[in-house]
Every structure is written in structure tokens, then in C-alpha cells.
């Protein structure tokens, strides 16, 4: 028989023995990694556990409009895990030195030595060089070097939209090539994603369709709304022209996670806090 790949056949024992096991990653946001949980067994009766975190080697989309916080998230993340292991930030929007003073201003609002910029983030500038914005072999070759020489355990890609904002035809090929790609380097990775417009601001739907949303582990979106009515008003509990930023888990594939739409703070000094359902209930 021709064009048989033998290799691609495996019984589930033997990917078995690749599977890594699945732990939770301490985010550094608060209110975050408590939403995200797993099944187990106790006395014959099935128990709900916290993760304590986003599920190890798992790629998760962060979208929104413009101004919801995406990149404080991506930034606290790669801030908190800085401090005991690699990680690299790819940057395709904004050149890597602005990068580097604004992550160590926030490194200091959340109390973390901001050395660990330094010494721990190895960031790849795609803003500064369109070879690797334009050709996605390009990136992941020197991904796959910084990986390798700096033992990186997370990647972050602020914003992947950048790779395919003047091909959208080819975004669902560029998000699977780098998706496989993260988790054959098993790595925890978070890709930011922008959005067209606030229509349907709670959608996953972003620059791309749903490109990156179906091919991802889980997606979480951000969003932001005006009280502009008497309905508004009841429904936030908030006064009129107060903005209000919103926040959603629309779906994980690894493990269990939190449905509800929560209200999200960006504080005075750049933090990301994930707060209480909008109906009130915790």
C-alpha cells in the first residue's frame, strides 16, 4: 500500500506514554485561576477540584476590542511565571524595548522584582522585523531556537492577528501551524487576538472569524460597555455613564471552567483583577 504512514497509528496506551500530566499554572490575575477545575473520583462519587490555575501546555486565545485588558493579562502572566522560569514574549505590535519599560513598571505595581524582565523574558521582536510577521516558518524556526538555547517553558504572541492582518484568507492555516507547533514543544502559551468591532463584543469572533477560537484549547473574551440606559443600569448595578468591562471563559477543552460573565478591573496602576458574576452570585 502507498502513502501509508505507519507512525501516524497509535493505540491510546501508547500516546499514553506522551501524554503530559495536566496541572494548573498560576496565572498572577487575580480572581482567575480559580475558574478553571477538573473531575476526580472520591468514595465511588464524583468531586469538582480547582486547578488552581490554566491548564499546563495548553493554548489559550485572549480577544476583545481595543482597550479591554488583553495584553495587561498577557503581561502579568508572563510576569509571574518569569520568576521561576523562562518565557518568551513574541511582540508583533509594539517594538520590544517600550515592551521591556512597561513590563517592568507593572512587574513593580504587582510586587515582583522587576530583575525577572531582565533575566527571565526572552522576547522575539516581530514589530522590528517583517520577516517574521510575514513568513510564519520564519517565526517558528526561531522560536524553536530561543525554546531550545533558553529552555522556554511559555510563549506568549502579542497579537497573533498581526501575522495574517493583510491575509485573512490564510489565518486558519497560520493559528493551526503555530498551535501545532506549541504543543509539540509542549509549551503553556497564551495568544492575543483583536477584534474588528464591539459588534457582538462577547463573541469569540475576531480579526480571522473564528480561525483561532476553533483551533485553540480555550478562548477567553474580554469586553467593555457604557451604562447608557435605566436597563443597563439595573442589570450592572452600576450609575449611568460608568464604563464597565466584562469578562468570559467561552470554552476549554482541557478541563472544566467557570461560564458566568464576570466584571473585569484594570486598576490605577495597570493590574487585571477578575471580579463577581454580573448577576451577584460568586
Given at each position: 500500500m502507498?502513502n501509508?504512514?505507519?507512525?501516524?497509528i497509535?493505540?491510546?496506551k501508547e500516546?499514553?506514554?506522551k501524554?503530559?500530566?495536566i496541572?494548573?499554572?498560576p496565572t498572577g490575575i487575580e480572581?482567575?485561576?480559580?475558574l478553571f477545575?477538573?473531575?476526580?473520583?472520591?468514595?465511588?462519587k464524583?468531586?469538582k477540584?480547582?486547578?488552581?490555575g490554566m491548564?499546563s501546555?495548553?493554548v489559550?486565545?485572549?480577544?476583545?476590542?481595543?482597550?479591554?485588558?488583553k495584553?495587561?493579562?498577557a503581561?502579568q502572566?508572563?510576569?509571574?511565571?518569569?520568576?521561576?522560569n523562562?518565557v518568551?514574549f513574541?511582540?508583533?505590535?509594539t517594538p520590544?524595548?517600550?515592551v521591556?519599560?512597561?513590563?517592568k513598571?507593572?512587574?513593580?505595581?504587582m510586587g515582583?522584582?522587576?530583575?525577572?524582565v531582565?533575566e527571565?523574558?526572552i522576547?522575539?521582536d516581530?514589530?522590528?522585523?517583517?520577516q517574521?510577521?510575514d513568513d510564519?516558518?520564519?517565526?517558528?524556526?526561531?522560536?524553536?531556537?530561543a525554546i531550545k538555547?533558553y529552555?522556554i517553558k511559555?510563549?506568549i504572541?502579542?497579537?497573533?492577528?498581526?501575522l495574517?492582518e493583510n491575509?485573512?484568507?490564510?489565518a486558519?492555516?497560520i493559528?493551526?501551524?503555530?498551535?501545532n507547533?506549541?504543543?509539540?514543544?509542549?509549551q503553556t502559551?497564551?495568544l492575543?487576538?483583536?477584534?474588528?468591532?464591539a459588534?457582538?463584543?462577547?463573541?469569540?469572533e475576531?480579526a480571522?472569524?473564528?480561525?483561532?477560537?476553533?483551533?485553540?484549547d480555550?478562548t477567553?473574551?474580554?469586553?467593555?460597555?457604557?451604562?447608557?440606559s435605566?436597563y443597563k443600569?439595573?442589570?450592572y448595578?452600576k450609575?449611568?455613564?460608568?464604563?464597565?468591562?466584562l469578562?468570559?471563559?467561552?470554552?476549554?477543552r482541557?478541563?472544566g471552567?467557570?461560564?458566568?460573565?464576570?466584571?473585569?478591573?484594570i486598576t490605577?496602576?495597570?493590574l487585571?483583577?477578575i471580579?463577581?458574576?454580573?448577576?451577584?452570585e460568586?
Amino acid at each position: 500500500m502507498e502513502n501509508v504512514f505507519k507512525d501516524a497509528i497509535l493505540p491510546a496506551k501508547e500516546a499514553l506514554k506522551k501524554a503530559p500530566k495536566i496541572t494548573g499554572i498560576p496565572t498572577g490575575i487575580e480572581g482567575l485561576d480559580e475558574l478553571f477545575f477538573i473531575a476526580d473520583v472520591e468514595n465511588g462519587k464524583v468531586v469538582k477540584k480547582n486547578l488552581g490555575g490554566m491548564p499546563s501546555f495548553s493554548v489559550c486565545n485572549i480577544t476583545g476590542v481595543n482597550d479591554t485588558g488583553k495584553s495587561l493579562m498577557a503581561e502579568q502572566f508572563a510576569i509571574y511565571q518569569a520568576q521561576k522560569n523562562k518565557v518568551c514574549f513574541i511582540t508583533v505590535e509594539t517594538p520590544a524595548n517600550y515592551v521591556v519599560a512597561s513590563m517592568k513598571l507593572r512587574a513593580k505595581a504587582m510586587g515582583i522584582d522587576d530583575n525577572v524582565v531582565d533575566e527571565n523574558i526572552i522576547f522575539i521582536d516581530a514589530t522590528s522585523h517583517y520577516q517574521l510577521r510575514d513568513d510564519t516558518h520564519s517565526l517558528l524556526n526561531t522560536l524553536a531556537y530561543a525554546i531550545k538555547e533558553y529552555k522556554i517553558k511559555f510563549t506568549i504572541i502579542d497579537s497573533i492577528t498581526g501575522l495574517f492582518e493583510n491575509k485573512e484568507m490564510m489565518a486558519r492555516v497560520i493559528v493551526r501551524m503555530i498551535y501545532n507547533f506549541l504543543k509539540k514543544w509542549y509549551q503553556t502559551s497564551i495568544l492575543i487576538s483583536q477584534k474588528r468591532s464591539a459588534h457582538d463584543a462577547l463573541s469569540a469572533e475576531a480579526a480571522g472569524g473564528y480561525a483561532i477560537s476553533h483551533i485553540v484549547d480555550g478562548t477567553i473574551v474580554l469586553s467593555k460597555d457604557i451604562v447608557d440606559s435605566p436597563y443597563k443600569e439595573r442589570m450592572y448595578k452600576k450609575p449611568l455613564g460608568e464604563l464597565v468591562r466584562l469578562f468570559r471563559i467561552d470554552g476549554c477543552r482541557m478541563c472544566g471552567h467557570d461560564t458566568k460573565i464576570r466584571f473585569l478591573e484594570i486598576t490605577e496602576t495597570g493590574l487585571v483583577k477578575i471580579l463577581n458574576p454580573i448577576g451577584g452570585e460568586k
